[in-house]
């Protein structure tokens, strides 16, 4: 019996099915998702536990089966709550939703990839850490830049900063979709996208 155990725990810590695969798209009251970047979704477990207890309506399944004892049910692959969740209405000032907002793109240069973030107004000159005052920037643009206002470096932003609304970050959330989306989502995930004839 320790045996079993002991292989059975081995395996399940290789392969934790349950954090990788099936995941449940979780949709708001109103069938929109609860956010776009990252996207609002639930491990399987996580979706049939909710559904059991009657807080969400299940629209979409999996053909897998999960069963106990005395019940069986497809996993679901899409999930609506029952009680609406009303969305944040301001935006946390965080690194993660500067480059959101920035939409992970030099605003010196266009370049994306590493990213790290930039005081427009140097703080040695008195420059605030706000929305309206920092940008993402690429490394080696953030150098170039160094502790110089914008003319002394020679250098223009492509937009103005400010801050966005809960509404434009999800927005811009929505440009960049996961790896991995599951065909049964495609429908409540783009739902403003051009039908094709």
Not at 13 to 25: F, Q, V, Y
Not at 182 to 194: G, I, K, N, T, V
Request: proline share 7%; with cysteine.
């Amino acid at each position: 019996m320790t045996l079993m155990t002991s292989e059975f725990t081995q395996e399940f810590i290789r392969n934790p099915a349950g954090l990788r695969e099936n995941p449940a798209l979780v949709l708001n009251a109103d069938f929109r998702p609860l956010s776009y970047f990252p996207l609002s979704i639930w491990r399987w477990q996580e979706a049939v536990k909710a559904a059991y207890l009657d807080r969400v309506t299940i629209v979409a399944e999996y053909e897998r089966t999960v069963h106990s004892p005395s019940v069986e049910i497809r996993i679901p692959s899409v999930i609506v709550l029952k009680d609406y969740v009303k969305p944040a209405q301001t935006t946390a000032f965080t690194r993660f939703n500067l480059f959101l907002r920035d939409e992970f793109t030099c605003q010196y240069c266009g370049s994306r990839g590493d990213m790290t973030f930039d005081h427009v107004v140097p703080r040695s000159r008195g420059g605030k850490t706000t929305w309206q005052n920092v940008v993402a920037s690429c490394g080696p643009c953030n150098l170039r830049k160094g502790a110089r206002s914008l003319r002394q470096a020679s250098m223009k932003l492509r937009r103005t900063p400010m801050q966005p609304s809960a509404n434009q970050l999800l927005n811009a959330g929505r440009k960049f979709p996961p790896n991995h989306l599951h065909d049964s989502w495609m429908d409540f995930l783009y739902w403003d996208a051009e039908l094709e004839a």
